[in-house]
């Protein structure tokens, strides 16, 4: 079980920085956070950035340079550093955590990019 909670999105002129937080609030730690997501309205959801192994990280293309993806593991926190956003980056943003036999997803975040 889990429960998954992002924070730190809100309203943000182009160009401008916002740190997302993710956390279980369970606090069992026996879920890994591995991802960020995002979904704009009416499109699907799509992968930002994620962990793939003990020090390696993927992000999208479109957000290479500009977003870190990072752990606080005493914290049991995921966090999403986002720099010189853009418009097309309106979204709601989501964590998710895995399981040992489940998949995770918090309810999300709105970005919003507008000046």
């Known amino acids: 079980q889990a429960n998954l909670v992002e924070s730190g999105g809100g309203l943000v002129q182009p160009g401008g920085s916002l740190r997302l937080s993710c956390t279980d609030e369970?606090?069992?730690?026996?879920?890994?956070?591995t991802a960020w997501y995002r979904q704009a309205t009416g499109t699907g959801r799509e992968l930002v950035a994620s962990f793939t192994g003990a020090r390696s990280t993927n992000y999208a293309e479109s957000v290479k340079g500009r977003f870190t993806i990072s752990t606080d593991n005493a914290k049991n926190t995921m966090y999403l550093q986002m720099n010189d956003l853009k418009p097309e980056e309106t979204a709601v943003y989501y964590c998710?955590?895995?399981?040992?036999?489940?998949?995770?997803w918090g309810k999300g975040t709105q970005v919003t990019v507008s000046s």
């Open positions: 998710k955590g895995m399981g040992t036999h489940n998949t995770y």
């Open positions: 369970l606090g069992v730690r026996t879920v890994a956070l």
